[in-house]
């Protein structure tokens, strides 16, 4: 065993739950959460845009009696419901916002927002919201200040109207996520971001890694290594934000090797070869006091692309994930519940048995499984092993101590 982490294993470390979260339901049967791409309209020009969003709706959307249908089918997986995002383009672009998050509260689900920081995010527009229903929204957040946020988003004022819109949703009663996307010109802006996140309160700070596909292909991606810098960053400051990832599934992996090496008193560093890109995150973010606080952090939860995971397209469209552009079917032919459950292209990315390449051979592949949306992104080939995971396949040393935690 090499020498303790300094101070060793906080109070909190001690007596922390799980460090990876089950899904408490069958996610055969039923996902955990339903996104919905209400419409593709929205005036920003976002530069890693999943949707290339456009300036006007698309005719072919969804209309209010089908996304009510829609709506029925998410009802019909059961209790417990799904959580059901309602995302965009900009859903404030869909007059029937409104009416639609009532009728899914009629339904029993719980509908979240995800809106984008356009001049039609008013406090009055926010507290409609929460009277209709809504109890979440999210809210994008790519730079901790003005200037690397606003050029991310394409437009001046967006980083002064997203802290004006978070201020506001929590003043209406809706609690507030924030999104950020890691790419290369952000990275040494993270610290700065889980501070905001931090002095102003979140629900959650959602990281999302990249995939390279819609407007995101034009930016330069990570390395594996820095993804691996960028998450065990992410796990220390967990201690202070409440930290989930999106797209980053290895983040689970390295949830489970930093409890077990915090167990043992190991140096994380050290033992995980983490190189001057964490060094840095983590000094920056110790000067501003995130590490080391000793709370009990938030485990991230075992859902990934078609597992527990269902994306809707405004055209009704079904796949694994926003970020996976294989179409399982669409709404308007088959009931969801049908898809999600029977359709080749979620079954099998509910076997980790047919991943390949170092997925196929790794211990934590039935709580990681890599990203499959990157791995079709850059290899045309969705079991393909994940291009941003840097793990070799059994070479953590401490197999027994992970052996009931898998
Ligand atoms: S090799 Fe694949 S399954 Fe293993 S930790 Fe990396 S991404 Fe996850």
Redesign the pocket.
């Known amino acids: 065993m090499s020498e303790p982490a300094p101070g060793g294993p906080s109070p909190a470390e001690r007596r922390r739950p799980r460090p990876v979260r089950p899904v408490r339901r069958d996610v055969a049967s039923a996902p955990f959460i339903v996104i919905w791409e209400a419409t593709r309209a929205c005036p920003l020009a976002c530069r890693h845009c999943r949707a290339e969003a456009r300036p006007d709706r698309d005719p072919a959307e969804l209309t209010t009696a089908e996304a009510v249908g829609l709506m029925r089918q998410i009802a019909a997986f059961g209790r417990p419901t799904p959580l059901f995002v309602i995302t965009g383009g900009d859903p404030f672009e869909r007059p029937d916002l409104y009416d639609l998050i009532r009728r899914a509260r009629e339904l029993g689900l719980s509908p979240a927002v995800s809106p984008s920081a356009t001049p039609a995010l008013t406090a009055d527009a926010l507290a409609r919201l929460r009277q209709a229903g809504a109890s979440v929204i999210s809210l994008s957040l790519d730079g901790a200040t003005a200037a690397p946020h606003d050029a991310f988003r394409g437009f001046g004022g967006v980083f002064d109207r997203t802290l004006r819109g978070w201020e506001t949703a929590r003043d209406a009663g809706l609690k507030v996520q924030i999104n950020t996307t890691v790419t290369r010109t952000n990275l040494t802006d993270l610290p700065g971001i889980a501070h905001l996140v931090h002095e102003r309160g979140a629900l959650l700070w959602s990281v999302f890694f990249l995939i390279p596909t819609g407007r995101g292909r034009a930016l330069t991606s990570l390395t594996a290594a820095e993804s691996e810098d960028v998450l065990n960053f992410l796990y220390d400051v967990g201690e202070i934000v409440p930290v989930k990832t999106t797209e980053a599934?290895?983040f689970r992996?390295v949830a489970l090797q930093r409890h077990v090496l915090a167990e043992r008193g190991d140096d994380h560093e050290e033992v995980l070869g983490l190189g001057p890109l964490y060094r840095d995150l983590r000094r920056r973010a110790q000067d501003l006091g995130l590490i080391g606080t000793g709370r009990v952090r938030r485990p991230p939860i075992d859902v990934n692309a078609g597992r527990g995971l269902v994306f809707v397209s405004h055209t009704g469209e079904v796949s694994p994930s926003g970020f996976l552009p294989l179409s399982a079917g669409n709404v308007r032919d088959r009931p969801l519940p049908e898809i999600y459950r029977d359709s080749t292209v979620f079954t099998s990315l509910r076997d980790p048995g047919l991943l390949t390449g170092?997925?196929g051979a790794?211990e934590?592949?039935t709580v990681?499984?890599?990203s499959r949306s990157r791995a079709f992104a850059v290899t045309g080939d969705v079991l393909a092993?994940?291009p941003w995971?840097s793990?070799e396949?059994g070479s953590f040393p401490y197999a027994r101590e992970l052996a009931g935690l898998l």
Do not use: A, D, S
């Open positions: 599934h290895h992996r170092r997925c790794c934590f592949r990681c499984g890599g092993e994940e995971c793990y396949p």
